[in-house]
């Protein structure tokens, strides 16, 4: 098994941080998957989805502090924090590309905050996860 000095130091740290964000959007897919069937087969009203979306940015968000701070095993906050702030940058990046109306305000800031904090807090969990 590596340390944590071996992970730091060489290139396998990206791997750690690719893992986590790839858990996060495998996470966030199934859920919307799950979201689009409720949403089609039942009388769910379509006015959640900007609620939901924002619920599984932050869950997803979580997930992947927690799955880097628990390869890590140290400065889980940190970590955390930057797959936040890789993550957050992926979705504003697909909203740019596919949203047609889509700016960066308040609104978007905002939740890329939330989901910095939330990364970090995955982080800090990720590290105390025996």
Not at 48 to 66: D, Q, R
Not at 88 to 102: C, E, S
Not at 114 to 123: Q, T
């Amino acid at each position: 098994m590596k340390s944590n000095k071996n992970i730091e130091k060489s290139g396998s740290i990206i791997w750690v941080y690719v893992k986590a964000i790839l858990a996060a959007c495998i996470f966030a897919l199934l859920i919307f998957i799950i979201m689009a069937l409720l949403i089609t087969y039942t009388n769910i009203s379509e006015t959640i989805i900007p609620m939901m979306a924002s619920i599984v940015m932050v869950i997803s968000t979580l997930i992947s502090g927690m799955v880097v701070g628990a390869k890590t095993k140290r400065k889980g906050w940190l970590h955390g924090a930057l797959v936040g702030v890789v993550y957050v940058l992926l979705i504003i990046f697909m909203n740019w590309v596919f949203v047609k109306d889509f700016s960066i305000g308040s609104p978007a800031l905002l939740k890329s905050l939330i989901g910095i904090i939330a990364g970090g807090i995955g982080g800090m969990i990720g590290v105390n996860l025996k």
